[in-house]
């Protein structure tokens, strides 16, 4: 089993920046593609929202239409670390913030993810 821990979520204006860490455990981590996902107040689980992910292997990145340009997703092998870096923050990526890990496979969907982090919160006031 794989554990996910996350960190660094919080309250901060609009506008402002702020950095979530997912520290992973148990598995080889490089061996993993990691994504965020977000769940925004009211919505269902199913409606989790797919961020950006990291993919395995070669470290390549995906964002969605709605971050892109402004957050920006790294990984540190030697700490087993995955970071999201959110800038130009809007209201609108309030949300629990998840971290997910999939094996050797690159995917949006967050259904297809074996391990969750217990999620941290963002809010982003106005």
């Known amino acids: 089993q794989a554990q996910l821990v996350e960190s660094g979520g919080g309250l901060v204006q609009a506008g402002g920046s702020l950095r979530l860490s997912c520290a992973f455990s148990?598995?080889?981590?490089?061996?993993?593609?990691l994504a965020w996902f977000r769940q925004a107040p009211g919505k269902e689980r199913d409606d989790r929202e797919f961020?950006?992910?990291?993919?395995?292997?070669?470290?390549?990145?995906i964002y969605s239409d709605s971050v892109k340009g402004r957050f920006t997703i790294s990984r540190d092998n030697a700490k087993n670390t995955v970071y999201l870096q959110m800038n130009s923050l809007k209201p609108e990526d309030t949300a629990v913030y998840y971290c997910?890990?999939?094996?050797?496979?690159?995917?949006?969907?967050?259904?297809?993810?074996?391990?969750w982090g217990q999620g941290t919160q963002v809010t982003v006031s106005s």
């Open positions: 148990g598995r080889t981590f490089s061996d993993y593609t």
């Open positions: 961020v950006g992910l990291i993919a395995w292997g070669v470290d390549a990145t």
């Open positions: 997910a890990a999939r094996r050797r496979e690159v995917t949006h969907k967050w259904s297809s993810y074996d391990y």
